[in-house]
């Protein structure tokens, strides 16, 4: 370790905690289950508050010394009989010496020591002998029944020794008891969603269809246009009536307080533990559904149906805060729709000042629904009224640059950015992103001259061709609309392949071509980077250099043929409608983990690449503001609208 015996003089007293976790696999895990390992840097007599502490919750500590002077004898004598096992290491090259054995010696009945809870390392055992030694020893811990503490109980523990802990602040306290008013009744979540969260359910869907089918007009048949437009006006208010007699829910009532009325430190606590307490309860449902859909896959003879209706349970066992945030744009869109109509005085409304309330979430940096991912619809009053506040609450000032990560399901996506920009989109593998989230980033004053802009808003994407729509005749065209909707909202669309697998990227990006034609006409030209992801050779960028150019001719004729059919009257190339550039803009990132996790270290390589990409398109940006001005919040949505 380099610079190893430098003084101590923050981290003295400090106690660090790392996990283990084993992988299944019998013969690369260390240990059969979890553990948790603590280290106290400095010296047990300085720091004996944290040591008494470590000796009340481990189930063993070692103690690494050169030998047992008299008083040392005195401190490690005053320790208590428990439950606690001790051993000692003793790290000299020399035979430990008569005076410290006959201390060993004394403590050996009050400590419960006997010769195996002696480890000495001999000037003959090199490094990995001795770490085996040491790997018996925790391994014997384990299996002869050792005590086991929650985190939780360690904090009352804690508490007895007079260590602060930092729960027991009266503002988390608060917070987390209003979180829990919500999270307690929820058992089901497939159910609580059902009852609580009711404007989202079937309703949502149909109204989804028929605003869709307002634009495109497929399903017309012989009827007059006008007429059917109006039958379709209808049904999309009968959908919003419907939806407006439903009353607040005490789950919504407390949520909205919860935003609308806790001090901003408050707030953040409630939102924390919420996500908390909502991740717990859909894990658990989850592992319980996954576990009776394996059952079923066993005695394969049960009928389909069975399958189907477990499948619809897991794909509905999410719950986030999204949900609760997008249950509140249902109620703003339900009522401004009865507004609209007449059918109820601006001054009854309700609902007016949840758009604010969203507004101020934006700009404390919470992720905000773009999309709605389950019904693939845009919510359009309420993010309009949700910027428009925005816009309002900072004076006008809000130009912004907009930054989209598209590609495959599980590419990374989210990662990339939470790495890029220290973001909190949701990640893990299995709960993926759907629909499309935004989120602010305020540029700091010095940097906004530089930029051209005040926030770059960074955009974040359900993957492409995700299983559960595979099986959907139309899933080609859900992936099309969406690729051109962020496409055509932002200014760098950085997209996300798994390896160096360009062809899955053409499908995507062939329906893009037909969109971007439409849109060279208003001078719209986002620049597009290829991030390839988990490519760890360092010469791929050189061995690459021919698929890349095959990508960019197929793109070319792509672009032709789509000219053609668009009735373009001169030829053209991909870089006429995409900024690309062959050379400056593919990426090559090393995999985020080294070896197999859950025991794997992090990659710096991802890192390092991360941030050379960031710093690219930071000089890109600057360069881009010259020749164009950024949008500001009222322009982005007439954007919207009109995408």
């Known amino acids: 370790m380099e610079s190893g015996n430098v003084p101590r003089e923050i981290a003295d007293g400090l106690v660090e905690i790392s996990w283990y976790f084993p992988g299944g696999r019998e013969n690369s895990d260390l240990f059969p289950e979890p553990l948790a390992v603590t280290n106290l840097h400095g010296d047990i007599e300085t720091h004996w508050l944290q040591f008494s502490f470590l000796t009340e919750i481990s189930s063993a500590v070692f103690i690494l010394t050169e030998s047992i002077s008299e008083r040392e004898y005195a401190l490690l004598s005053s320790l208590q009989e428990s439950s606690t096992k001790y051993y000692f290491i003793f790290n000299n090259q020399a035979a430990t010496s008569k005076e410290t054995l006959a201390f060993l010696n004394k403590?050996?009945?009050?400590?419960?020591?006997?010769?195996?809870?002696?480890?000495?390392?001999?000037?003959?055992?090199?490094?990995?002998?001795?770490?085996?030694?040491?790997?018996?020893?925790?391994?014997?811990?384990?299996?002869?029944?050792?005590?086991?503490?929650?985190?939780?109980?360690?904090?009352?523990?804690?508490?007895?020794?007079?260590?602060?802990?930092?729960?027991?602040?009266?503002?988390?306290?608060?917070?987390?008891?209003?979180?829990?008013?919500?999270?307690?009744?929820?058992?089901?979540?497939?159910?609580?969603?059902?009852?609580?969260?009711?404007?989202?359910?079937?309703?949502?869907?149909?109204?989804?269809?028929?605003?869709?089918?307002?634009?495109?007009?497929?399903?017309?048949?012989?009827?007059?246009?006008?007429?059917?437009?109006?039958?379709?006006?209808?049904?999309?208010?009968?959908?919003?009536?419907?939806?407006?007699?439903?009353?607040?829910?005490?789950?919504?009532?407390t949520f909205i307080t919860g935003l609308g009325l806790l001090?901003?430190?408050?707030?953040?606590?409630?939102?924390?533990?919420?996500?908390?307490?909502?991740?717990?309860?859909?894990?658990?449902?989850?592992?319980?559904?996954?576990?009776?859909?394996?059952?079923?896959?066993?005695?394969?003879?049960?009928?389909?149906?069975?399958?189907?209706?477990?499948?619809?349970?897991?794909?509905?066992?999410?719950?986030?805060?999204?949900?609760?945030?997008?249950?509140?744009?249902?109620?703003y869109e339900a009522e401004h729709a009865m507004v609209k109509e007449g059918k109820i005085a601006e001054s009854q409304r309700q609902f007016l000042h949840l758009s604010g309330i969203a507004a101020d979430l934006m700009l404390e940096g919470f992720p905000m629904e773009l999309i709605d991912g389950d019904v693939s619809n845009i919510p359009l009053q309420w993010v309009t009224d949700v910027l428009s506040q925005l816009h309002a609450k900072l004076g006008g000032k809000s130009r912004m640059l907009v930054l989209t990560v598209l590609g495959g399901q599980s590419t990374g996506k989210s990662t990339l950015l939470n790495t890029m920009f220290g973001l909190q989109f949701a990640v893990s593998s299995g709960r993926c992103t759907r629909g499309a989230f935004m989120s602010l980033i305020k540029v700091v004053e010095n940097f906004q001259q530089e930029l051209g802009c005040d926030f770059i808003l960074v955009i974040d994407t359900e993957g492409f061709k995700a299983p559960e729509l595979a099986k959907?005749?139309?899933?080609?065209?859900?992936?099309?609309?969406?690729?051109?909707?962020v496409i055509g909202l932002s200014d760098i669309t950085i997209v996300n392949m798994a390896m160096e697998n360009a062809t899955e990227m053409k499908d995507v990006l062939q329906i893009v071509v037909h969109a971007f034609l439409r849109m060279e006409e208003i001078r719209h030209k986002p620049n597009c980077q290829f991030v390839h992801q988990n490519v760890s050779d360092v010469s791929a960028h050189e061995q690459n250099m021919r698929d890349r150019k095959h990508l960019l001719e197929q793109m070319d004729e792509m672009t032709k043929a789509a000219a053609n059919m668009e009735k373009k009257g001169r030829k053209m190339k991909f870089s006429d409608i995409m900024d690309y550039d062959l050379e400056k803009h593919n990426w090559y990132i090393p995999a985020l983990w080294h070896g197999v996790p859950p025991?794997?270290?992090?990659?710096?390589?991802?890192?390092?690449?991360?941030?050379?990409?960031?710093?690219?398109?930071?000089?890109?940006?600057?360069?881009?503001?010259?020749?164009?001005?950024?949008?500001?919040?009222?322009?982005?949505?007439?954007?919207?609208?009109?995408?």
């Open 599 to 643: 025991m794997s270290p992090v990659n710096m390589g991802y890192s390092e690449k991360v941030y050379e990409l960031k710093k690219y398109l930071f000089e890109f940006l600057k360069g881009c503001s010259q020749n164009r001005s950024p949008k500001d919040i009222p322009q982005f949505l007439e954007w919207v609208r009109s995408l």
């Open 107 to 253: 403590l050996a009945p009050g400590l419960k020591l006997n010769n195996s809870h002696v480890l000495q390392k001999g000037r003959a055992t090199n490094q990995a002998a001795y770490v085996k030694v040491l790997q018996s020893a925790i391994a014997a811990v384990m299996t002869s029944s050792p005590k086991r503490v929650s985190i939780e109980a360690m904090a009352e523990t804690a508490r007895q020794l007079g260590i602060q802990v930092d729960e027991d602040n009266k503002k988390c306290q608060r917070a987390s008891e209003y979180a829990k008013e919500i999270t307690v009744h929820i058992k089901d979540v497939a159910k609580y969603k059902r009852e609580k969260l009711r404007l989202q359910g079937e309703t949502w869907k149909n109204l989804a269809e028929v605003e869709k089918e307002l634009c495109q007009m497929r399903k017309r048949g012989d009827i007059p246009l006008e007429k059917y437009k109006s039958q379709l006006k209808e049904k999309l208010m009968d959908l919003r009536v419907q939806q407006n007699t439903h009353d607040l829910t005490d789950g919504l009532t």
């Open 263 to 331: 001090p901003p430190e408050e707030k953040h606590y409630f939102l924390k533990w919420m996500k908390f307490d909502l991740d717990h309860i859909a894990r658990e449902n989850l592992s319980k559904l996954q576990d009776q859909y394996k059952e079923k896959c066993k005695n394969s003879k049960d009928d389909p149906k069975m399958f189907a209706e477990v499948d619809k349970l897991i794909s509905a066992s999410s719950l986030g805060v999204e949900h609760f945030m997008r249950e509140l744009g249902q109620l």
């Open 472 to 485: 959907l005749e139309d899933s080609y065209q859900h992936d099309n609309e969406l690729a051109t909707l």
